[in-house]
């Protein structure tokens, strides 16, 4: 090149060819370590940190991987290891396998010619560098994290690192004129590029999304950082980059490309007020730091290049291997697929009202169509049934009905075999009274029979005629699965035909004219309702969450969007249906109350915080007038917060808006009580509302707006605290609770 200054288009170019870069190289004596640990049987990201942390191109790779995933790396408390620890291990080898080798087959250009400055002595000060930097940040007052001006010294040369990738010879001849004229490289590179390494690199740096801190560090090291910090304190990092350069240089570890003399570093300590002596142990020390960051890496690894050939085609024939493995299990996820859609089109296809009977037609006349079966007779075995089961028979062309099949007192609706676990067997052998009582054209030497189970017991048994009977064994794990999942779904169904026969009782209970029942009290009621809550609460939860647990393991293996939302909506209703059944169990079980006293106001205060969170209304309109003669409560503060913000949730409700407004009294009742008054100008309740009010999941609302345990749950919780609960209103013209408390 011409020795004049170059111009600004040749600039743009050099720009535009470092620009280009994906990520810088490495020596194949790093993909040696690298390659050794990602083959490892169990490969984890976290187990790279010591070379990551090491190798400028590593380090930068990873930095814009976490940019990328959307991993938060504050500058407080940096730490790479922890960006390795939150990302995905796929996604860290893929992205370190990207990584370009430098001289792994054939030197960039002309063997006969060695670099001017190798990239192994390059990368040894950049080490240098880092080292240096990390051990200034811990001894100097200005707050800069000891981490982050480690990584910002390894990658402070990264435009020398490109400049020697992108245009090697061109680099080694600005290496070369350097050294004879003992100048600057920053001074060759202005004169023939029109921009220096700090200038391309901060462009790589923002390129790739680097912290800000480094690229600060990268920018201006070699600048008047003194001056500049003054005005940007962000800046000092750069200051102790510039420092650790200095350092690095007179230490003779590595070579930087640079010939001139290091500047002073007594003013550059100065200004970062740190201590020359503790500067000179540094110095000292450094070599030998460098020394061990070295290892990690097997720069002193001999005949490297011969060795990351070897480890490469392991690496390559251990891919190979799982390719052909990946490729095989997405064979057997193909074949999967259609069973996939053969239980998601079922699980959806079920009504919230549907009866047990109901759901296994519909599953037995799907299990024909899509197992190709002859005749299906699938026959309910519920919990406490003894001779007579409900049953569903699809004949051979499609057609079914529904049965009521009685087995023989000397046999046993289901063979032992398959009573808690399951297996395929012969029908003809086992269920022979079945076919007495089914009249149907079939052959009996090919019908299977097998259960269909929900937490280890025969809930129902599907007896099907195979054409084949070699698909037992090829649909073995598939008849497995989808019985599996029917009969989790049948057990619910069972659950929830138990909890309306409850339901029945009770309210026969509760219908029977009053003077029939002169001994029940209301609370006796109440206790009553909780002990069939519990027993609802109980049944519902195991089947729940066997299908909940089924949905989740479909929609993990399902590819299909519209398929997987359809799942995932499974597993949302089953959340809510949880849900349900925890306020149920709140309701039926409550802790004890450990009553303590209690400060009227800031019980209040508490209440309507839990209300604004309940009901998302961040300024709740309520009046609240405590009488100066009003004394603590004995209460368990805890729950009585509960029942107020459930009562005060219910006044929010009242009113089209949730805009209140809402009026609290307390005052004394008599020498033992204090009266709480919550009173609302919404919508009121007319006389059968009001007299319902308290009842568990009663609600005025429509269905599906899942309200009605609110005032129930209250006044439970009031009572166990040896409390009262009544309620006043009028259609119009509003509601006012009121709540009796023992005074401490």
């Known amino acids: 090149m011409p020795e004049t200054n170059a111009d600004t288009t040749v600039a743009q170019q050099i720009e535009l060819a470092i620009g280009r870069l994906d990520s810088l190289s490495t020596l194949p004596c790093v993909a040696v370590q690298l390659f050794s640990k990602i083959l490892e049987p169990q490969f984890s990201p976290p187990a790279l940190a010591d070379i990551v942390e090491s190798d400028p191109a590593l380090t930068a790779k990873i930095l814009s991987l976490a940019h990328e995933q959307g991993v938060s790396l504050p500058d407080e408390k940096f730490s790479l290891r922890r960006a390795l620890n939150r990302l995905p291990a796929d996604s860290v080898r893929d992205a370190i396998l990207t990584v370009k080798i430098s ?151 590595g070579q930087s490309g640079s010939y001139d003399s290091p500047e002073p570093i007594a003013e550059m300590a100065q200004a970062l007020a740190v201590d020359l002596d503790e500067l000179e142990q540094i110095r000292q020390e450094l070599p030998a730091t460098v020394a061990e960051k070295s290892k990690v890496l097997g720069l002193d690894l001999p005949n490297a290049a011969a060795r990351y050939c070897d480890i490469a085609h392991a690496t390559a024939a251990q891919f190979a291997r799982k390719h ?94 398959i009573r808690s676990s399951f297996a395929i067997v012969d029908a003809r052998d086992n269920v022979d009274w079945l076919f007495e009582q089914v009249e149907v054209d079939s052959t009996r030497g090919r019908a299977k029979l097998l259960p269909l189970l929900a937490d280890g017991e025969a809930v129902a048994a599907i007896v099907f005629e195979l054409h084949y009977p070699a698909d037992v064994e090829l649909f073995e794990e598939k008849f497995r699965t989808t019985a599996s999942i029917a009969g989790s779904i049948l057990a619910m169904a069972f659950a929830r035909q138990r909890q309306e026969h409850f339901a029945e009782r009770f309210v026969r209970l509760i219908s029977k004219p009053k003077q029939a029942q002169p001994n029940i009290r209301a609370g006796d009621s109440l206790n009553a309702l909780a002990e069939m809550a519990a027993g609802v609460a109980h049944e519902l939860n195991n089947p729940l969450s066997v299908i909940s647990g ?78 100066e003669d009003v004394k603590d409560v004995l209460v368990d503060s805890a729950q009585i917060v509960s029942a107020i913000a459930n009562v005060l949730c219910n006044s929010l409700e009242s009113y089209t808006d949730k805009m209140g407004p809402i009026k609290i009294t307390a005052e004394a009742e008599g020498d033992k009580l204090v009266k709480f008054q919550i009173s609302d100008l919404g919508c009121g309740m007319d006389a059968e509302t009001l007299q319902k009010a308290t009842q568990p999941f009663f609600s005025s609302k429509p269905a599906g707006r899942k309200q009605g345990m609110g005032l129930a749950y209250a006044q439970r919780l009031i009572q166990l605290n040896k409390g009262s609960l009544e309620i006043t209103s009028e259609p119009g013209s509003g509601t006012t609770v009121t709540i009796l408390l023992r005074i401490a």
């Open 550 to 627: 089924r949905a989740q393991l479909l929609a993990d293996a399902e590819t299909d969007n519209e398929r997987g939302q359809a799942l995932s909506q499974i597993k949302e209703k089953a959340r809510e249906v949880s849900a349900i059944i925890e306020d149920l169990m709140s309701f039926a079980e409550p802790r004890q109350p450990r009553p303590t006293k209690t400060d009227i106001k800031q019980m209040l205060d508490e209440a309507i915080q839990l209300t604004s969170q309940k009901t998302n209304v961040e300024h709740i309109n309520v009046q609240i007038e405590v009488a």
């Open 103 to 253: 001289g792994a087959i054939e030197p960039d250009y002309g063997s006969d010619r060695p670099a001017i400055l190798p990239k192994k002595d390059l990368m040894l000060h950049s080490l240098a560098v880092a080292c240096c930097a990390k051990r200034i940040a811990e001894v100097v007052p200005a707050q800069v994290e000891p981490q982050l001006a480690y990584l910002a010294g390894l990658l402070h040369d990264i435009g020398k690192h490109a400049l020697q990738e992108a245009m090697p010879k061109s680099f080694d001849s600005i290496v070369e004129e350097a050294k004879s004229t003992k100048a600057s490289s920053c001074i060759i590179e202005h004169k023939r590029l029109g921009a220096d390494h700090t200038v391309l690199g901060k462009g790589l740096a923002q390129r790739w999304h680097l912290p800000d801190a480094i690229g600060l560090g990268i920018w201006l090291h070699h600048s008047d950082t003194a001056t500049i910090s003054q005005s940007v304190l962000e800046a000092r990092i750069a200051q102790v980059v510039q420092l650790a350069d200095c350092i690095a240089r007179q230490s003779g570890v």
């Open 324 to 417: 052909s493995e990946l490729s095989l299990e997405n064979r057997q996820l193909q074949t999967a697929s259609t069973h996939l859609d053969f239980t998601t089109d079922f699980m959806l296809g079920i009504n919230s009202g549907d009866r047990a009977i109901d759901i296994a037609e519909d599953f037995a006349a799907r299990w024909q169509r899509f197992y190709q079966t002859g005749m299906v007779c699938l026959y309910l075995v519920p919990p406490g049934s003894r001779q007579l089961f409900e049953a569903v028979v699809v004949e051979s062309l499609g057609q079914s009905r529904r049965v009521i099949l009685s087995c023989p007192a000397d046999s046993a609706p289901l063979p032992e075999k």
